[in-house]
């Protein structure tokens, strides 16, 4: 499954264009210019799942970096900042991985 058989192509781009920048990544921003806050929780799970490289269940930190990638090739890597953030923000047992709940 390709990220754009859940969420609008033309959406992912201005997405990952907006936070081109380093240190620019605002996860609350970014995933609302994707279109995800609109998803069903059905949908979420399958974008979590795209991201989600080494089929673990989890998304761990190392994929984490590679976040804006798995939306669209021309993506660029988080910082160590902006990726340490975003862990912060949906880990919510502090084991240092995102859950799909």
């Known amino acids: 499954m ?7 192509a033309e959406d992912i781009k201005k997405a990952v264009g907006a936070f081109s920048a380093a240190e620019s990544f605002n996860y609350k921003k970014f995933f609302e210019m ?7 929780p059905e949908d979420v799970k399958k974008v979590f ?9 989890f998304i761990e ?10 939306f669209t090739p021309e993506g660029r890597d988080l910082s160590d900042k902006e ?15 995102i859950g799909a709940e």
């Open 61 to 70: 930190e190392e994929e984490l970096k590679f976040v804006l990638k798995g």
């Open 83 to 97: 990726t340490k953030a975003l862990l912060a923000a949906g880990d919510k047992d502090g084991d240092g991985k």
């Open 49 to 57: 799942h795209i991201l989600d490289k080494d089929r673990s269940g």
């Open 2 to 8: 390709a990220m754009t058989d859940v969420l609008n």
């Open 34 to 40: 994707v279109g995800l806050k609109k998803k069903s």
